[in-house]
């Protein structure tokens, strides 16, 4: 069965230090893959996508995500990371096998410490 | 500006009472979809619609009804509410759900308890 899998409930991270938040995969086929994030009482924004080509993927706010293919992972991260960061982050696949619906992580909410 | 609107972003009602959640987009996007989000459970689809008339069970749609009359709306209908229903309710669309590149917009999120 294709899942994704955020094996952590919680990161926490030092302001200006680099980030990472974990997601792996598991579906037949190339993924299509994606990033959102949902800041307090608001709802979900599109961060990033990998559907093909270059395995580091730039997106929004200053985040990126590595595609590792053997691993199948897709690993979110940041440089130096920023208190508005803050947030409930969700890796989602598109499930090919389901009319191209997206499955979704659990979430991994991120705490940014000053 | 581009955006996806749900009506009410909070409300109380009791076990059995209908209700109706509106959600409105204005970008023209074929696909839309309704979410629920509770704690631990992550994102979990209900229904959702590849174009006007044309509606499709997700995972968890067992209380639920929708309908795609029009293109900008999609509301979702609790026949009769049940306390198992109280939770954090999603609106989200696209240009497109099948050859298109997933990447949604989302409502601002419906709270919903059910006495």
């Known amino acids: 069965a294709q899942s994704v899998a955020q094996p952590e409930d919680q990161v926490n991270v030092a302001e200006g230090n680099p980030l990472t938040v974990k997601c792996t995969y598991s579906?037949?086929?190339?993924?299509?893959l994606f990033w959102y994030v949902q800041y307090p009482n608001r709802g979900l924004q599109f961060l990033l996508k990998?559907?093909?080509?270059d395995n580091l993927v730039k997106g929004s706010y200053g985040f990126e995500a590595e595609f590792n293919k053997s691993q199948t992972s897709f690993h979110l991260k940041k440089p130096s990371a920023l208190v508005s960061d803050s947030a409930l982050y969700f890796c989602?696949?598109?499930?090919?096998?389901?009319?191209?619906?997206?499955?979704w992580g659990a979430g991994t909410k991120l705490i940014i410490k000053p | 500006e581009a955006q996806v609107t749900q009506n009410p972003r909070y409300l109380i009602t009791v076990t059995g009472k209908k209700l109706t959640v509106t959600c409105s987009q204005n970008?023209?996007?074929?696909?839309m979809s309704w979410y629920r989000q509770d704690p631990g459970l992550g994102l979990r689809q209900i229904y959702y619609?590849?174009?006007?008339?044309?509606?499709d069970k997700g995972d968890v749609p067992e209380g639920y009804k929708v309908s795609r009359k029009e293109k900008r709306n999609f509301p979702l209908i609790l026949e009769s509410p049940s306390p198992n229903q109280t939770s954090l309710y999603f609106c989200?669309?696209?240009?497109?759900?099948?050859?298109?590149?997933?990447?949604?917009?989302f409502g601002e999120g419906s709270r919903l308890t059910v006495l």
């Open positions: 989200a669309s696209s240009l497109r759900g099948r050859e298109g590149t997933g990447e949604l917009f």
């Open positions: 970008m023209n996007h074929e696909y």
């Open positions: 619609s590849m174009n006007v008339e044309v509606t």
């Open positions: 579906v037949s086929g190339n993924p299509y």
């Open positions: 990998y559907i093909t080509g």
């Open positions: 989602a696949v598109r499930d090919l096998n389901s009319n191209y619906q997206l499955i």
